[in-house]
């Protein structure tokens, strides 16, 4: 079991920035697939981001691509969303999960999950 654990969730303002971290509780973290999921009242969660193991490969949903960074710090067991040019379409709980199988990029299965961080973006 991999436990996931999210942090850096707050309000901003539109255009401001905001950098959240998910924190792995393994060290087998570090050979899992990440991913950033979020969901915002009343819509189902949606793929964010996703990085591969060792940080070669990454993928973005198009609202996301070009505002949105994923990185990943294995040897702290984290992983990372530099989120700028915040809108408040991206208003949602943030959820960090990770999975060990392929890297299919937006595809990619998620086993464990965390419980979300909130990212509000005010105007």
């Known amino acids: 079991q991999v436990t996931l654990v999210e942090s850096g969730g707050r309000e901003v303002q539109t255009g401001g920035s905001l950098k959240l971290s998910c924190s792995a509780s393994?060290?087998?973290?570090?050979?899992?697939?990440v991913g950033w999921f979020r969901q915002a009242p009343g819509k189902e969660r949606e793929f964010v981001s996703a990085?591969?193991?060792?940080?070669?490969?990454?993928s973005y949903a198009s609202s996301v691509r070009d505002r949105f960074t994923i990185s990943r710090d294995n040897a702290k067991n984290m992983v990372y969303l530099q989120m700028n040019s915040l809108k408040p379409d991206d208003t949602a709980v943030y959820y960090c999960?990770?999975?060990?199988?392929?890297?299919?990029?937006?595809?990619?299965?998620?086993?464990?999950w965390g419980k979300g961080t909130q990212v509000t973006i005010s105007l």
């Open positions: 999960a990770a999975g060990s199988g392929p890297f299919l990029y937006k595809n990619t299965a998620m086993n464990y």
């Open positions: 990085i591969s193991a060792f940080g070669g490969r990454t």
């Open positions: 393994d060290p087998s973290f570090s050979s899992l697939n």
